[in-house]
C-alpha cells in the first residue's frame, strides 16, 4: 500500500510540473507536421509513377520539379532552425556581445546573394544531383569519401545543435525533461524524412516557417507591454547589471573575430548540402537562383523577432519576475534566454505559441539536414563506390536507414550542450575551413586536379585544428596575433579559420597549376602519376552546359 501512495505522489508531482495544456498544444502541432508529411510521401509516389528518371532522385531532389514558392520557403526554413533564432537571441541578449554581434540575419542573406550569383548556376546547368558530385567527376571516389566526412560531421552538429536548442525551451516552458522533448521531436522529424524524402520536408517546411514568422512576431508586442520591460529607449545606455550597452560595441582588437564570424557564417552556408538540394530540385538555373535572391530577403526577416526579444531580454527588470535576480546571464543560462523571455515576459498561452515556433525551427532545419546526409552517402558512396548495381528500391531504404542513423547519431550529441550558438558556430567550422575552398575551385577553376585538391584538403583541416577549439577543448599549437588567455582558456581574436581557408584555396591552385605544368612539360616521368589523374585527363568527361533551347524550355516550363 504504501509503495502505491509513493507511486500516486510522483505521478502528481510529474502532472503539477509539466504545462498540460501545453503540453496538448504542442502535441497537436506534432501531429499536424506529421499529416503533412504523410501527405507529402503520398505526393512522392505519385510523382515515382510518372518519373522516367532514377526513383532515387525523387527522394533526394524532388524530381527536379519544386516550384519557385515551395522552394523559396524550404530554403528559408532550412536556415531558420533553433540555431538561428535562440543563437540570435542568446548573443543580442548577452552584455559582453550585443546587436552588433548578432551576425546570423546579415551573414545568412549574404550567403542566398551569393549562392545566386556564382554557385546556382554552375550546379544546377549540369544537372548534378548532390553538392559531391562535381568532386566525384573530376576527381573520382577516394576524394569524395574524404571530402564527405567533415560535411558529415557538420551535419551530425548542426542537428545536436538545433535538437538541443528545442530541449531547453521545452524543459523551462512546459516543465519537460529536456531528454524527453528532444527525443520526440526527432522521431517526428525522422519518421516523416523517412517516408517522403523532399517532398515530405518541402511541404512540413511551408507549414513551419509561416507558424515561425506568426508565433514569433506575435509573442514580440505581449513582451514589449510586460512590466518588467523597460522602455527601450532607456536601455540603450546599460545591459542589466553589466555596463554594456544592448547594441554591443566593437573595439578594433576584437575586429579580426568578427571578421572570422562573418565570414564563417556567409560563405560557410555555401557548404552546406541542403542548399544545393534546394538548387537542384528547381526545373531551371533560373528558377534556381530566383530562389535563392529571394530567400535572402525572407531569412533576414524571419531573423528580426529573435533580435527584438534579446533586446527586451536585456531591458527587462528580471526582479520584477518569478525568475528574479541575478539575471539569466549572471546564472549561466544566456543560452536559454529566448524561453526565458517567453516564459517570465508573456502571458502562458503566448509562451506556448513560442515554444511552437521553436519546434518547428527545429524541425524544418532538422529534416532537410537529415535528408543532405542520407542523400551523399546513398549518391556518392554506396551507389557510385560500394553497390554500383543497386536496385531503385535498395537506394530508397539507403536513404532511409541512412536519415534514422544520421538523427541518432546528432539526438545523442544533443543531451549536453549548455551554449546553442557554440555549437550553431562549430557546425560550419570544418565546412568554411575544409569544403568551401574546394568548391570554389572545383567550380571555378578548370585545372584544379586530385593533387590540388588533397593538398588543400589537409592544409586547411591542418591549420584549422592546429588552431585549437575550445568547444571541443583542444589547446591552440598556433598563436596567432592578439590571443588572449579567458577562463584559463586561450581564445584566439585574429580570423585564423579565414586564414585556414584562403591557404586551402592557395595551395588547390597553386599545386594543381604547378603539377599540371611540370606534367604537361614532360619535368616528371608519367610513372609518377600515382593517382593516374593527367593519363585519364583526356579521357575525362566534361559536363557540359545545356544548349539555350533546353534552358529555355525549363525556364518556360518553371511554376511558381
Not at 568532386?135 to 577516394?142: A, E, L
Not at 534546394?278 to 535572391?293: D, E, K
Not at 550542450?417 to 562549430?426: E, H, P
Not at 591542418?462 to 583542444?474: A, N, T
Request: charged letters at 15%; aromatic letters at 12%.
Amino acid at each position: 500500500m504504501s509503495l502505491q501512495v509513493v507511486h500516486n505522489c510522483f505521478v502528481t508531482r510529474i502532472i503539477m510540473a509539466v504545462d498540460v495544456p501545453g503540453l496538448v498544444s504542442v502535441i497537436v502541432f506534432y501531429f499536424c507536421i506529421l499529416a503533412i508529411g504523410f501527405w507529402g510521401s503520398r505526393k512522392a509516389k505519385k510523382v515515382e509513377k510518372t518519373c522516367v528518371g532514377p526513383k532515387s532522385e525523387i527522394s533526394i531532389i524532388g524530381g527536379r520539379n519544386i516550384s519557385v514558392l515551395v522552394g523559396i520557403f524550404t530554403m528559408t526554413a532550412t536556415w531558420v532552425g533553433g540555431g538561428y533564432i535562440m543563437g540570435t537571441a542568446e548573443t543580442v541578449y548577452s552584455p559582453t556581445q550585443g546587436l552588433v554581434w548578432a551576425l546570423g540575419p546579415p551573414a545568412f542573406a549574404i550567403n542566398f546573394l551569393l549562392g545566386g550569383l556564382f554557385f546556382a548556376r554552375p550546379m544546377r546547368s549540369k544537372r548534378y544531383v548532390t553538392m559531391l558530385d562535381p568532386f566525384q567527376n573530376r576527381y573520382g571516389n577516394i576524394f569524395t569519401a574524404t571530402i564527405m566526412l567533415p560535411a558529415l560531421f557538420s551535419d551530425v552538429l548542426w542537428v545536436a545543435c538545433i535538437l538541443a536548442a528545442l530541449g531547453g525551451t521545452m524543459s523551462i516552458i512546459l516543465g519537460m525533461s529536456s531528454t524527453l522533448s528532444i527525443i520526440i521531436s526527432a522521431a517526428v522529424s525522422i519518421i516523416y524524412t523517412f517516408l517522403g524524402g523532399l517532398y515530405s520536408v518541402a511541404y512540413t517546411d511551408i507549414f513551419q516557417l509561416c507558424f515561425i514568422f506568426v508565433s514569433l512576431w506575435l509573442c514580440v508586442p505581449f513582451m514589449a507591454l510586460s512590466p518588467a520591460v523597460t522602455v527601450i529607449s532607456q536601455t540603450l545606455p546599460l545591459n542589466q547589471s553589466h555596463e554594456h550597452a544592448w547594441i554591443g560595441h566593437l573595439e578594433l582588437r576584437d575586429a579580426g573575430k568578427w571578421v572570422d564570424e562573418m565570414l564563417l557564417l556567409a560563405l560557410g552556408g555555401l557548404s552546406y548540402q541542403s542548399l544545393y538540394q534546394r538548387i537542384l530540385s528547381a526545373a531551371s538555373s533560373a528558377q534556381a537562383q530566383v530562389t535563392c535572391f529571394a530567400a535572402a530577403g525572407t531569412v533576414f526577416i524571419t531573423g528580426i523577432p529573435s533580435v527584438v526579444i534579446g533586446v527586451m531580454a536585456a531591458g527587462a527588470d528580471w526582479n520584477q519576475t518569478a525568475y528574479g535576480l541575478p539575471p539569466p546571464f549572471e546564472r549561466g543560462d544566456a543560452g536559454k534566454i529566448l524561453p526565458l523571455a517567453l516564459q517570465q515576459l508573456t502571458p502562458p498561452w503566448v509562451a506556448v505559441l513560442g515554444i511552437g515556433a521553436v519546434a518547428a525551427a527545429v524541425m524544418s532545419s532538422m529534416d532537410s539536414v537529415l535528408l543532405s546526409s542520407a542523400s551523399m552517402f546513398t549518391q556518392n558512396i554506396y551507389k557510385a563506390t560500394l553497390r554500383k548495381k543497386a536496385s531503385e528500391r535498395e537506394l530508397q531504404w539507403v536513404i532511409r536507414i541512412s536519415v534514422l542513423l544520421v538523427g541518432l547519431a546528432g539526438m545523442g550529441l544533443a543531451f549536453g550542450d549548455d551554449s546553442v550558438a557554440a555549437l550553431w558556430f562549430l557546425s560550419g567550422d570544418l565546412l568554411y575551413c575544409v569544403i568551401f575552398p574546394q568548391l570554389v575551385c572545383v567550380l571555378h577553376f578548370q585545372r584544379a586536379n586530385t593533387y590540388g585538391a588533397f593538398s588543400g584538403f589537409v592544409v586547411g583541416l591542418l591549420l584549422r585544428v592546429l588552431s585549437g577549439e575550445p568547444v571541443l577543448g583542444i589547446p591552440p599549437v598556433l598563436l596567432y596575433p592578439g590571443w588572449r588567455e579567458e577562463n584559463n582558456q586561450i581564445r584566439q581574436y585574429f580570423p585564423y579559420r579565414t586564414v585556414a581557408m584562403l591557404s586551402s584555396v592557395i595551395s588547390i591552385i597553386a599545386v594543381s597549376w604547378l603539377l599540371d605544368l611540370m606534367f604537361d612539360r614532360q619535368l616528371i616521368p608519367e610513372s609518377w602519376d600515382l593517382l593516374q589523374v593527367f593519363e585519364k585527363e583526356n579521357e575525362t568527361e566534361e559536363d557540359e552546359e545545356p544548349d539555350a533551347c533546353e534552358e529555355m524550355n525549363q525556364v518556360l516550363k518553371t511554376k511558381f
